[in-house]
C-alpha cells in the first residue's frame, strides 16, 4: 500500500529558528510531491510543487527538496515568524488503484512559532 | 478567478437523508477530485474526474457517487448519509494530475446525526 509519513507530528520553536519538515514515501515511482500549508479550519494552501525529475523548489523563505531514490523529501523554513504558525501537509502523486498521480497525504506536522 | 468554490460551508444531516455537496471551478481544470479529511486519518481521495463525463473512485468510495457533465462542476452526492460521513470535504482542482499543483476549496463541514 502507498503510504506518506510526516514526522514529527507536531514541532514547537522560538521565531527566527531554521527548521525542516521531514516527508517519506513508499513509491520511488512518485510523480510529484507538493507540500500544503492549512491553518485552523481552512483550506489547503498549496506552497510548492516538485516534479519528479527535479530535486528541489525554492518559494522565499520556503526550500523543498525531493529524493526519489531514498523516498524522502524535506521542507526547509528560514528565519521562521509566528505567521508560519499551521498545519503543514505534504502529499505525493503516485499509482494507485490503477490510476496514475493521484495524491496521497500524510497527516501532517502542527508547526507552533513562539514569539 | 473565483478559483475553487464550495457549497455549502456547514451542514447537519440526519441518518439516512441525502444530499448534495457542490464544488465548482473557474480555471478550466481538466482534473477534479473530492478528498475528506478526518483527525488521525488525513486526506483520503473519495473520487475524481479526468474531465466531463469521466470519473472514477478513489480509496473510500462507498457511499458516494459523483457526475461530471461540465468541466466547471463535479458535485458529490451523499445517498444515505451515516454518522461515520461525518468529516471535512474538500474539492480541488489541476489542469491535470501529474504536472501541475492542485488547488483546493474552503472545504464543507459536514455532521451527520
Known amino acids: 500500500k502507498q503510504e506518506v509519513t510526516q514526522i514529527p507530528a507536531a514541532l514547537s520553536v522560538p521565531e527566527g529558528e531554521n527548521l525542516v519538515l521531514n516527508c517519506s514515501f513508499t513509491d520511488s515511482a512518485i510523480y510529484n510531491l507538493q507540500w500544503f500549508r492549512q491553518d485552523p479550519g481552512k483550506g489547503l494552501t498549496s506552497l510548492l510543487l516538485i516534479q519528479s525529475s527535479q530535486r528541489e523548489q525554492t518559494s522565499g523563505r520556503l526550500n523543498a527538496s525531493l529524493d526519489k531514490s531514498s523516498g524522502r523529501s524535506t521542507l526547509y523554513i528560514a528565519a521562521s515568524q509566528p505567521g508560519d504558525s499551521a498545519t503543514y501537509l505534504c502529499a505525493g502523486g503516485m499509482n494507485y488503484g490503477g490510476s496514475q498521480g493521484n495524491l496521497i497525504f500524510g497527516k501532517g506536522t502542527k508547526l507552533s512559532v513562539k514569539p | 478567478n473565483a478559483g475553487v468554490t464550495q457549497t455549502p460551508k456547514f451542514q447537519v444531516l440526519k441518518t439516512g437523508q441525502s444530499m448534495t455537496l457542490q464544488c465548482a471551478q473557474d480555471?478550466?481544470?481538466?482534473?477534479m477530485s473530492w478528498y475528506r479529511q478526518d483527525p488521525g486519518m488525513g486526506l483520503r481521495l473519495i473520487h475524481y474526474s479526468v474531465g466531463a463525463g469521466i470519473t472514477d473512485q478513489g480509496e473510500v468510495p462507498n457511499g458516494y457517487n459523483v457526475s461530471r457533465s461540465t468541466t466547471e462542476d463535479f458535485p458529490l452526492r451523499l445517498l444515505s448519509a451515516a454518522p461515520s460521513q461525518t468529516s471535512v470535504y474538500f474539492c480541488?482542482?489541476?489542469?491535470?494530475?501529474?504536472?501541475?499543483?492542485?488547488?483546493f476549496g474552503p472545504g464543507t463541514r459536514l455532521t451527520v446525526t
Open positions: 480555471m478550466n481544470h481538466e482534473y
Open positions: 480541488a482542482s489541476s489542469p491535470d494530475r501529474s504536472n501541475y499543483e492542485q488547488y
